[in-house]
């Protein structure tokens, strides 16, 4: 199973006298919806794992960003089809403009580097959308961010 | 791929229905989480907690009313893989929206949905841009590139601000507007360059929305950082050579005049004898989106489910 350790979301459990648990985790982007779902997911597990007291706080800085997903978040995320993403873009200065066919990534199912991009944009906010042209297989991939 | 448990539910679906109590729905009158639960919003010494609320509602609601513009698209687009875009990129600016909203009602003392919601049309401070109804694709992606390399350009100096909230909120949704500059700056290459009709109307809408951007670039009393105009025109200029379109030479939109000396409530500076969205001036199209956007809240203000 992936979790949200492995996606890098959780920043930190704390568990001290007086004040009970606090899970602490960092929004992925500004409007995902799933944050609101493992808030909940997180409160109910730790509810019937027997806490009584479990509070969920935000953390915004420093922001997430792809590059906080665990080798092993990457590695479960290649092993369901999803091929993972490469290293965050790390810029001095203004984004520079990207205009014309961004790269593609590897396809997690035969592993060709013969892909090209279909969509910026696939399902979620955070996958763009691929097509394999060695296996003719769609495919999703998490965008560096 | 997910180990399964019999103990514990993996379904979020199933956690929404089961949750009755605890309002884990996704409507309006959920009681939804303020999306900055945990975080400090302690305004820092030496900014003016009044004027950081108008700051941060004006970005909110840049966000907000351009996100719903944005959603009246969803199931009216050209292809699957727009629909997900644009759907995607409305969510992203909704969720920047609820953030900022949240920081401003932070320090005013409302909830997001009250402010959201429960405001009237010339309390909101969106710039106009934000509320302009595209008449057709083309209009869709000019717009959203206008928008998308401002407000990248604004949040990029916003996240060295001097409000740790607000630049956190701006340095999370700098990654964001570059995509969505990126996939604006796209299309309006591809029709630019495409056929002599796509092409027209690529530079019809650029016409058409050229006098909103003058408002962008407003002198904002409250703001904690400016965009440079120049920098501004030099991306714009860079996709309008590639995509074969000229730049509009028309004026900016007119501001509103109206009666100066009387001070307001609330502390602000007298109304300036010119005005725009920032002040609470908007176009016909705001009151429409308005009230759709604000019928449901309002028709039941009090509703929880």
Known sequence: MLTIEDLGILRGVDDSPGRGVVVTITPTYSGCPAMREIA???QARLRRAGFQRVTVATQLTPPWSTDWITAEGRSKLAAAGIAPPSAAPRRAGPIPLTLGRSSSSRCPRCGSPDTRLTAQFSATACKSLHRCDACGEPFEAVKAL | MSTPESDFDDNPYDLLADDHDE?????????????LEGVDTSVPAGLDPAALARYCLALGDDALIYSHRLQQWVARLPELEEETAVANIALDLLGQARMLLSRAGRITGQTEDQLAF???????????????ADRDFAELVVRMLMFSAWRLALFESLSSGADPVLAA???KGVNELAYHRDYAAGWVVRLGDGTPLSHAK??????TLWPLLGELFRPDPD???????GEFDAVLDTVLATAGLDRPAAAPLAPVGGRTGSAPPGGRPPAPPDRTGRDGVHTEAMGYILAELQSVARAHPDATW
């Open chain 2, 118 to 132: 429960f405001r009237e049309e010339k309390e909101f401070r969106n710039v106009r841009l934000a509320e302009h």
């Open chain 2, 23 to 35: 309002g884990h729905r996704w409507a309006f009158g959920t009681g939804f989480t303020d999306p």
């Open chain 2, 202 to 207: 690529t530079q019809a809408a650029l016409d």
């Open chain 2, 169 to 171: 909120i701006a340095a």
């Open chain 1, 40 to 42: 909940a997911d997180v």
């Open chain 2, 223 to 229: 703001a904690l950082a400016a965009v440079d105009r």
